[in-house]
C-alpha cells in the first residue's frame, strides 16, 4: 500500500485500524503544521513538541471520532491543536512573549511537497489567498487576531495584555475578521 | 427583526471564540432564533479554518516524528483497559468541590438504587468481581447565566452511556428544551434534549454515538425545542475539559 497516494480521510481510516505507515503520513502533511501552531501560541519549543505528540496521538486513539460531514480532516487536526494549546496556556498559566511573529510575512508560500497533487493544489491557493489577505491588514489587528486565534484570550484579556482600551480591541478585532472576508470573498474564496 | 437587533458586530469575535461571557451568551441567545446571523457566522468560521495556514512556520526537532511513533505504537500494544478511580471517589471528589445542592446527591444516590434504573445495574450484576464498580461520574457546574444550576453525569462502568442528572435550571417554555453536548476537539455532538420539572430537577438517559467516556467535556444549553444541529442558545451547565 503506498500511503502517501491517499486522500487524508483514507488515510484516517487506515488509522483506524492501526496502520503506522498511515499515521507517518499525516505527521509527514501536518507534523509541521501542528508543531507551528503549538510554537505559535506558547512560544516554546519543549511545549510545542508536548503539545504536537498529543494531537497526533490523540489522532490515532480517537480516530474513529472524525466525522467527515463536519470538517476536513486538516480542520480536525488543527481545532485539536489549537484547543490543546489553549488548554496548556490556560491550565499552566503560560504568558507566550511574540507574537508579533505569529503571522507569516511572505505571502508567496509553498506547501511541502508530500501532499498530494489534488490536495497541494487546493490547499495551496487557499493558503495563498488568505495570506495575501492577512498580509493587507494593519499590524495591530494581526496582532489581536494573534492573541485570540492562538492564546485563546477573550477581548478582555487581550486589552489587559495590551494595555488598550477594551473598545479599542473590539473594533480591531471586528474590523480585521471583516478585511478578511472581504479579501478573501474578492478572490472567490468564500 | 431590525438590523440594531442583530448581533453582526459580535459575530467574528465570536467565530474566533473571543468574546467574554455575558456577550457571548447575548450572541447564543440570539443565534437561537436568527437564521440570518448564523448564516454569517458561517462565513467567519470558514475563515478561521485557514488561520492555520497564515501562522508562521517552525521547523519540527528533527526527532519529533520518531516519538510519535513510537508512542503510537506503545499505545496500539496497551490493554485496552485502565484503571479507573472507583466510584465512591468521585463522589468524595464531588463533595469536596462544595456540590451546590445535596438534594442532587440524595436524588443521585436514589437514582442509583433504583430497581429498575437502566442498564447500569444490569452490567453490576454481570461483575465477576466486587471491586469493579459499575459507574463513574462527572460533575456539571452552572456558569454565569444559571448560577445556582448543577448536575451529575452517571457514566456506566464501560463509559458507553450516562444518564444525567439536573438541578436548580429554570423551568422553560414549551419552545424551549435543554441541549446536552458531548465535546471533544472542539466539536459538539448532540447528547439528546430534556426539560426539568417544576422545581428545577431533571434526569436524561444519554447515549451517543461514541462511549460517553471518550468525549473531553460536557455542556448543556437551551434550545428550540426539539433540538438543534450545533449549540446556539446559552449555556446553562458546563464540566471541566
Redesign the interface.
Known amino acids: 500500500m503506498e500511503y502517501t497516494r491517499l486522500d487524508d480521510e483514507a488515510l484516517i481510516g487506515f488509522v483506524q485500524q492501526?496502520q503506522?505507515a498511515a499515521?507517518?503520513v499525516l505527521?509527514?502533511r501536518y507534523?509541521?503544521?501542528v508543531?507551528?501552531?503549538a510554537?505559535?501560541a506558547l512560544q516554546d519549543?519543549a511545549l510545542?513538541?508536548e503539545i504536537?505528540?498529543d494531537v497526533?496521538?490523540?489522532v490515532?486513539?480517537?480516530a474513529?471520532?472524525f466525522?467527515a460531514e463536519?470538517?476536513k480532516v486538516v480542520?480536525?487536526i488543527?481545532?485539536?491543536?489549537?484547543?490543546r494549546a489553549i488548554?496548556v496556556i490556560r491550565r499552566r498559566n503560560v504568558r507566550p512573549e511574540g507574537n508579533r511573529?505569529?503571522?507569516?510575512d511572505d505571502p508567496g508560500?509553498e506547501l511541502p511537497d508530500a501532499l498530494n497533487v489534488e490536495a497541494e493544489v487546493e490547499?495551496s491557493d487557499?493558503?495563498r489567498q488568505?495570506?495575501r489577505a492577512?498580509a493587507q491588514l494593519p499590524d495591530e489587528q494581526r496582532l489581536v487576531?494573534a492573541y485570540?486565534?492562538?492564546q485563546?484570550?477573550?477581548?478582555?484579556q487581550?486589552a489587559n495584555a495590551l494595555g488598550e482600551p477594551l473598545g479599542t480591541i473590539?473594533t480591531r478585532?471586528?474590523l480585521?475578521?471583516?478585511k478578511?472576508?472581504q479579501l478573501?470573498q474578492e478572490v472567490d474564496h468564500? | 427583526m431590525s438590523r440594531e437587533a442583530h448581533v453582526f458586530n459580535l459575530l467574528s469575535a465570536y467565530a474566533l471564540d473571543c468574546l467574554d461571557a455575558v456577550e457571548k451568551a447575548q450572541v447564543e441567545a440570539h443565534l437561537r432564533e436568527c437564521d440570518l446571523c448564523r448564516a454569517d457566522l458561517q462565513t467567519y468560521r470558514e475563515i478561521v479554518q485557514v488561520l492555520p495556514l497564515v501562522g508562521r512556520e517552525s521547523e519540527p526537532p528533527p526527532g519529533l516524528k520518531s516519538k510519535i511513533m513510537q508512542r503510537a505504537a506503545q499505545a496500539r500494544n496497551a490493554p485496552a483497559t485502565q484503571n479507573q478511580p472507583i466510584w465512591w471517589e468521585h463522589l468524595a471528589a464531588y463533595f469536596r468541590k462544595g456540590a451546590p445542592a445535596w438534594g442532587l446527591v440524595g436524588l443521585v444516590l436514589i437514582l442509583m438504587l433504583g430497581a429498575n434504573n437502566l442498564l447500569l445495574w444490569q452490567r453490576m450484576n454481570q461483575l465477576e468481581s466486587k471491586a469493579q464498580l459499575p459507574f463513574s461520574t462527572i460533575v456539571l457546574t452552572g456558569t454565569e447565566t444559571s448560577p445556582d444550576a448543577s448536575g451529575v453525569l452517571v457514566l456506566s462502568q464501560d463509559g458507553e452511556h450516562g444518564t444525567l442528572i439536573v438541578d436548580g435550571l429554570a423551568v422553560l417554555d414549551s419552545a424551549s428544551q435543554y441541549q446536552l453536548w458531548l465535546i471533544q476537539d472542539g466539536q459538539r455532538t448532540n447528547g439528546g434534549v430534556f426539560s426539568v420539572g417544576k422545581d428545577g430537577y431533571g434526569s436524561h438517559w444519554v447515549s451517543s454515538p461514541q462511549p460517553l467516556a471518550s468525549y473531553s467535556s460536557f455542556g448543556v444549553t437551551i434550545e428550540p425545542t426539539g433540538g438543534s444541529p450545533g449549540p446556539t442558545g446559552a449555556k446553562v451547565l458546563g464540566s471541566e475539559s
Open positions: 492501526n503506522e499515521l507517518s505527521y509527514d507534523g509541521r503544521l508543531y507551528s501552531m510554537f505559535n519549543q510545542a513538541e504536537t505528540q497526533f496521538l490523540r490515532w486513539n480517537k474513529e471520532t466525522r463536519q470538517g480542520t480536525w488543527t481545532s485539536i491543536a489549537r484547543y488548554d511573529a505569529t503571522w507569516v508560500f490547499a487557499s493558503s488568505i495570506r492577512m487576531l485570540a486565534y492562538f485563546g484570550y477573550t477581548h478582555s487581550i473590539k478585532i471586528r480585521a475578521m471583516q478578511l472576508r478573501l468564500l
